[in-house]
């Protein structure tokens, strides 16, 4: 669950953070009237997404009458498809220079990472893509409760500044709040020394019973669903009806010495399982080396057509090497899933797109009919069908599956480099 920017702000005052002064959070133009404003002072969307400076929401004034139309205007626009219904009004700093600090979890090891970088104020996942060597990423293995003083002193060498004392807050607050996400960005650095000048405070769901007084201190009655800034693929499969979550953000560098995996299970409970199922097995075969990309579900009996975009939108994926797919047809049928998967493959050779090595298994629902169109399919087309690795029965287990593929993708990189 999102806060909203002036949630989280408090939150960091609360743990010992300099923010800016904060003059009102209003719904309306005239609610400035009651407000002690100092000029110049910062109008700022509140709303549960990014791109708010980008998209107007985000106004430097240097009078009342420049507040008042900057108020009236921010809260009539729309954000990246949601109204504005609040701004934040708040004293606009002087600084000397910008950082970004923030604390997040790997998704691919589940430990705790600080990401921290002298250029704040911008995208950091552009910088990191960019400029890598402008982004220090601190992974902490054991999950310390508390910041060792030596990854604090690490952190604040890289920012070239006396902010090892912030970098242990915030470390604090993330570990404090159960946070999935905790970042600073813009951290100004000025004449009083560091200042939050915004933040982003993102809590752990599953935590939530625990954060009962920080609830009722924010005056948050109930769970919100929020806008959880959703990527380009994540639209994608919502416009197409299945569930879809990215476990990497968009535009990470990839390793090289990784396999990053796609996977198009049968269901829910599968799709979740086969995350830790693929994760479990690079640990114990593969030294670590395979990475999950992402969460999916086709849901009770898809149409051929949406099988087919599952499996398109992750070959549409560059960081994705390989697609694992499992397919237990009970009230899905596995004639229309295999068929939705050969259309995918077919269409993507016809016009010449990015085609990747599928292992897979299926059983269940009308098998012997999907049996029989793959079989047709492999003679009819078999160039269109050549990376398709697909079990049909019980024959082999899952995980010896999995296996065929990584070791497929290994093998192939190493006949590659050879």
Do not use: W
């Not at 005052?13 to 400035?32: I, N």
């Not at 409970?269 to 969460?295: C, H, K, L, M, Q």
């Not at 390989?322 to 016809?350: K, N, Q």
């Not at 990015?354 to 399919?377: H, K, N, S, W």
């Amino acid at each position: 669950m999102r806060l909203y920017e002036h949630e989280a702000k408090r939150v960091l005052a609360e743990a010992g953070f300099r923010t800016p002064r904060r003059f009102g959070v209003l719904r309306s133009a005239d609610a400035l009237a009651s407000c002690k404003v100092r000029f110049p002072a910062m109008v700022k969307a509140q709303v549960l997404i990014g791109g708010r400076g980008k998209a107007g929401g985000v106004q430097r004034v240097e009078a009342e009458g420049e507040a008042r139309d900057a108020v009236a205007e921010i809260l009539s626009r729309r954000i990246g498809g949601y109204a504005v219904e609040s701004v934040l009004v708040e004293e606009a700093l002087t600084f000397s220079r910008a950082c970004y600090l923030g604390v997040t979890a790997s998704p691919a090891t589940y430990n705790t990472v600080i990401i921290a970088s002298a250029s704040g104020g911008v995208d950091i996942e552009e910088t990191a893509r960019t400029r890598p060597d402008a982004v220090l990423r601190l992974e902490l293995p054991d999950d310390p409760e508390t910041l060792p003083e030596e990854s604090a002193r690490e952190v604040a060498s890289f920012l070239e500044g006396d902010l090892a004392a912030a970098v242990s807050m915030l470390y604090g607050a993330y570990q404090k709040y159960d946070c999935k996400m905790l970042e600073i960005n813009p951290l100004f650095i000025t004449d009083a020394g560091a200042v939050a000048a915004d933040a982003k405070m993102v809590l752990d769901d599953n935590a939530l019973y625990r954060q009962e007084a920080l609830l009722r201190k924010l005056k948050i009655t109930s769970k919100r669903h929020d806008a959880a800034e959703p990527t380009a693929r994540e639209r994608r499969a919502e416009q197409a009806g299945f569930p879809y979550v990215d476990l990497l953000p968009e535009d990470v560098t990839p390793d090289q010495d990784k396999v990053y995996v796609g996977l198009v299970p049968g269901g829910a409970g599968y799709g979740i399982f086969s995350i830790d199922e693929v994760a479990g097995i690079g640990e114990t075969f593969f030294e670590g080396r395979v990475v999950p990309v992402n969460f999916m579900d086709s849901g009770g009996g898809p149409t051929l057509e949406r099988v087919a975009e599952m499996f398109a939108l992750l070959m549409d994926n560059p960081i994705v090497d390989l697609i694992i797919t499992s397919r237990f047809g009970g009230i899905s049928s596995c004639d229309v899933f295999i068929r939705g998967l050969v259309r995918c493959l077919r269409e993507r050779r016809a016009a010449k797109k990015r085609i990747l090595p599928v292992y897979g298994r299926m059983v269940g629902t009308d098998l012997a009919a999907a049996r029989a169109f793959l079989e047709t399919a492999q003679r009819e087309t078999p160039e269109d069908l050549e990376t398709l690795s697909m079990v049909v029965g019980n024959r082999r287990i899952m995980a010896e599956v999995i296996r065929d593929g990584l070791d497929d993708v290994l093998s192939r990189r190493k006949e590659g480099g050879a």
